[in-house]
């Protein structure tokens, strides 16, 4: 194999880890919590050009204890807006309130905290809270969104290089060259 192919085939495993880890970051993950907490914490975000001051905003903080492993869980509860992610998240007062109540009214049930993101302790990265409800104790959840949105991707990825790589698009682009002639 030539050394061109070999750098291809390099290029093509990165970019399919680096597709891995992003949909992995942001799909929406659960998890069976018990919450145990809030609260609103003011962070800086860095620092005013301008003036040189800090930059500071106030994050919600949802904490949760595991149902399966008992771990101790910290939660990001921010909105998302229009912006990216997509999940077009208004509510973060709202999902704050919901978990003060659940934590109150009823201590000993089981929540199901939907989420996305990574916990990363070195760069103090939270995953951020989007939804929170209250599930039956025995209740299993199934990731049913992600299983179909990978499943179309990986069906349009393999239409995609089915249609470059046997030269599919060949005969696409003389039908086009035809029909402008025409």
């Keep these: 194999m030539s050394w061109l192919k070999w750098v291809g085939l390099v290029f093509a495993g990165l970019a399919v880890v680096a597709a891995v880890l992003f949909l992995d970051y942001y799909l929406p993950s659960t998890e069976l919590v018990q919450v145990t907490g809030h609260e ?7 620092t005013d050009k301008a003036s040189g001051q800090p930059v500071t905003r106030d994050v919600r903080f949802i904490y949760a204890k595991g149902k399966d492993d008992g771990k101790d869980y910290a939660f990001r509860n921010e909105d998302t807006g229009w912006g990216w992610p997509p999940y077009f998240k208004f509510d973060s007062g709202d999902l704050t309130a919901k978990a003060n109540n659940i934590k109150e009214t009823q201590p000993d049930s089981t929540g199901l905290l939907t989420y996305y993101g990574w916990r990363i302790t070195y760069f103090d990265l939270y995953p951020n809270a989007v939804d929170l409800e209250v599930v039956d104790p025995d209740y299993k959840p199934f990731p049913l969104f992600k299983i179909l949105f990978v499943s179309v991707l990986i069906v349009l990825v393999g239409l995609c290089v089915y249609w470059f790589r046997w030269g599919r698009y ?3 682009l003389k039908q086009e060259g035809s ?3 025409g």
């Design 170 to 172: 060949k005969s696409w």
């Design 40 to 46: 609103v914490k003011r962070m800086d975000t860095g």
């Design 179 to 181: 029909r402008r002639e």
